[in-house]
């Protein structure tokens, strides 16, 4: 689902879709205030770090390569194209 849905954190950019699966799947709130389902609904989509419109330039050429080349995401974004 997350990576049909995102390229960065699906908390961040689609808590709608992870209430969905959480209701879809009757999934029990392990959470210690038992609140998850409530704190979903309240929280609004925002932008990850796979925004192309607002992406926040490295400026350590080590790190960009790093980024570039090692940071793979376990292979769960290999089918998508970028934008």
Known sequence: MSSETTRGCIMLERPDKVKEFVEKHDAPDGTARKTALPELE???NRPSQ?????????????YKFAK?????DFGAYENLKDD
């Open 42 to 44: 309240a929280m609004q």
């Open 50 to 62: 796979w925004n192309r419109t607002e992406q926040v330039p490295e400026k350590n050429w080590i």
């Open 68 to 72: 570039k080349h090692f940071f793979s």
